[in-house]
């Protein structure tokens, strides 16, 4: 593995710590905003004392492929090069949590019903 590729998987890991800890918790993704070297310090991210931080906040739309991990990667190393990085954090995912009628979980379950309550050789 070469320095830079072990220099992306260690931005990758912790710009995935910094994602998921700011859709799971208010708390991070307020200090994300308001002391993003102190934030990003606490996944593992460093950041030049001098160095400027711009937290962008985004959507995820079907078309923001340019927007994805490659491009965040490539700014992150621009911004060794400027002294200016981007991060760019987007929304939460939004899940759909409506409930399931019988007929969905059926077709989610295929159709597959056990004859029997023990275990046999066709259910392992």
Same mark, same amino acid.
């Given at each position: 593995? *070469?320095? /830079?590729? !072990?220099?992306?998987?260690?931005?990758?890991?912790?710009?995935?710590?910094?994602? *998921?800890? !700011?859709?799971?918790?208010? @708390?991070?993704?307020?200090? %994300?905003?308001? @002391?993003?070297?102190?934030?990003?310090?606490?996944?593992?991210?460093?950041? +030049? &004392?001098?160095?400027? /931080?711009?937290?962008? $906040?985004?959507?995820?739309?079907?078309? !923001? @492929?340019?927007?994805? %991990?490659?491009?965040?990667?490539?700014?992150?190393?621009?911004?060794?090069?400027?002294?200016?990085? $981007?991060?760019?954090?987007? @929304?939460? &995912?939004?899940?759909? *949590?409506?409930?399931?009628?019988?007929?969905?979980?059926?077709?989610?379950?295929?159709?597959?019903?056990?004859?029997?309550?023990? +275990?046999?050789?066709?259910? !392992?």
């Amino acid at each position: 593995m *070469t320095v /830079i590729d !072990s220099q992306t998987r260690a931005f990758t890991d912790a710009y995935t710590r910094a994602l *998921t800890s !700011s859709w799971a918790s208010d @708390d991070y993704a307020e200090r %994300l905003q308001s @002391d993003p070297r102190a934030a990003l310090e606490e996944v593992g991210l460093s950041v +030049p &004392p001098q160095a400027q /931080i711009e937290i962008v $906040r985004t959507q995820i739309t079907d078309d !923001s @492929d340019d927007e994805g %991990l490659e491009a965040q990667i490539a700014m992150w190393l621009e911004g060794h090069r400027t002294g200016t990085y $981007r991060l760019l954090i987007p @929304d939460p &995912p939004e899940l759909d *949590t409506a409930e399931l009628d019988l007929d969905d979980m059926a077709t989610i379950g295929g159709g597959f019903a056990c004859c029997c309550c023990g +275990p046999c050789s066709c259910c !392992s």
